[in-house]
């Protein structure tokens, strides 16, 4: 079974710091997919990365940068200056090769003060 | 593009009362997924369709159901409301793609349901 963790429940920073949301999954499968979703307050779950699992390197897109380590089994996300605007809830999320749908870690919600 | 489109966007029903969700994909997405969202147990996954065939089932009870149209909308039904179905309901929509791959999945704003 799969099964995806977020250990931080709540960050909070100040505007302008970077943040790292931490993920850390479990598959059997060899070939699965990794995804990082927002959420804002208006409810909508907006896709904001995604990696493959036989693609290990790390990008950066703009304010975020993504660290994927299969050997951990981790999946961390980086933005880089904060924003108020980034105050959402980040879910982290994962498809194995079997199915399509997409399993979901429990949210972490970062506040941005500024 | 227009997105994924869910109505209503809020719900109250009372106990033992059916609801009937709507979702209209993004054009062109042939698959449609529903995923429900609660405090207490997170995002969960009810159903996927596909060509108008349900391609996987979540664990959730038989009264939970959906189907979707010719033309990839679909409608998610709940009969028999409990408390415990208070949530917001999320349908999503990818390309029409029937294998497994990195292609997202693109989330509506979502239904929330109240059952009193």
């Known amino acids: 079974a799969q099964k995806v963790t977020q250990a931080q429940t709540e960050i909070s920073v100040v505007e302008k710091e970077d943040v790292t949301l931490d993920c850390v999954y479990e598959?059997?499968?060899?070939?699965?997919?990794l995804f990082w979703y927002k959420q804002p307050p208006s409810g909508e779950l907006v896709f904001l990365i995604r990696r493959n699992s036989f693609d290990e390197q790390n990008e950066i897109s703009g304010r975020y940068s993504w660290n994927f380590q299969k050997s951990t089994s981790s999946f961390n996300f980086t933005i880089t200056a904060s924003q108020v605007v980034d105050s959402a809830v980040y879910f982290c999320?994962?498809?194995?090769?079997?199915?399509?749908?997409?399993?979901f870690g429990g949210g972490t919600r970062l506040m941005v003060k500024p | 593009k227009a997105g994924v489109t869910q109505t209503p966007r809020y719900l109250i029903k009372t106990r033992g009362q059916q609801v009937t969700l709507s979702c209209s994909p993004i054009s062109g997405h042939r698959s449609v997924s529903w995923y429900q969202q609660t405090p207490g147990q997170g995002l969960q996954f009810l159903f996927e369709?596909?060509?108008?065939?349900?391609?996987n089932k979540g664990n959730f009870p038989g009264r939970f159901s959906g189907r979707q149209f010719s033309n990839s909308r679909s409608e998610m039904n709940v009969s028999t409301l409990e408390l415990g179905d208070s949530a917001l309901y999320l349908c999503a929509s990818r390309p029409n793609l029937d294998r497994p791959d990195n292609s997202p999945l693109h989330f509506g704003n979502g239904t929330r349901l109240t059952v009193t």
């Open positions: 369709y596909f060509s108008e065939t349900q391609r």
């Open positions: 999320a994962l498809r194995d090769n079997a199915g399509n749908m997409l399993t």
């Open positions: 598959t059997r499968d060899t070939t699965y997919y």
